[in-house]
């Protein structure tokens, strides 16, 4: 999953994208406001992780120019600033989440996981598909009940399509989901994956739409 950082504090700034990183997600990091809003023009980001205090273009500016654009990307805010009108200013502006520096990776993952919920309609933690489920916490997929082992970039992959049933992925916005900037991707990369999925899932679960991508289709 893509994720953008925009956090100006080095030390804190890799800390967090190492620890995501190992979570699975694709990290772009950024350090300056300006910088951050070109990039999110740009590119294709499912949650950003903002802080307020960063240069060129403080937090709430990049924010408000974000959802100016109608963009509805999760954006969860992280801050020093700790009073009650600051947090009411950041969740009026338009963030959907808003955590207090110091805070514990942990729980700044399992905000992330809930959001990618609300985000996509989903209630409970778990995504399931006719007998095929997906817990993004546990990192576990299972097929009536019994664990299926997939790589990371599978259970990417497999997450994004369950999150988006319905919808047509196309191959380069797995690609842009699954991989952070600077990182080589050959040009067969997501078919393999596909392709490792339905050995292990079946052919029944993903399905190909000719010419336009991969979908998982609504259940009936």
């Not at 504090?9 to 990091?29: F, H, K, N």
């Not at 654009?69 to 947090?87: G, Q, S, Y």
């Not at 959001?115 to 997929?141: I, W």
């Not at 009536?144 to 990417?156: A, L, M, P, T």
Request: aromatic share 6%; proline share 3%.
């Amino acid at each position: 999953m893509r994720l953008l950082l925009v956090e100006d504090d080095p030390i804190l700034g890799d800390g967090l994208q190492a620890g995501l990183s190992i979570e699975g997600y694709a990290v772009d990091w950024i350090k300056d406001g300006i910088q951050a809003n070109e990039a999110l023009k740009s590119h294709n980001y499912e949650l950003v992780v903002l802080d307020l205090g960063i240069p060129g273009m403080d937090g709430l500016r990049v924010l408000d120019a974000l959802r100016k654009r109608k963009d509805h990307v999760a954006v969860l805010i992280l801050t020093a600033r700790d009073t009650v009108n600051d947090r009411v200013l950041g969740l009026d502006s338009g963030a959907d989440d808003f955590v207090v520096k110091p805070f514990d990776l942990n729980e700044i993952c399992a905000r992330l996981r809930a959001l990618v919920r609300r985000n996509s309609g989903q209630a409970t933690p778990c995504f399931e598909y006719k007998g095929l489920s997906l817990d993004p916490a546990a990192h576990q997929v299972k097929l009536h009940g019994i664990s299926v082992d997939v790589s990371n970039k599978e259970f990417e992959i497999l997450s994004f399509l369950m999150q988006n049933q319905g919808k047509v992925a196309s191959r380069a916005r797995l690609e842009e989901t699954l991989y952070a900037w600077n990182t080589e991707v050959e040009s067969n990369t997501v078919e393999v994956h596909i392709h490792h999925l339905r050995k292990k899932l079946g052919p029944n679960y993903i399905r190909t739409v000719r010419g336009v991508g991969y979908i998982i289709d609504e259940e009936d």
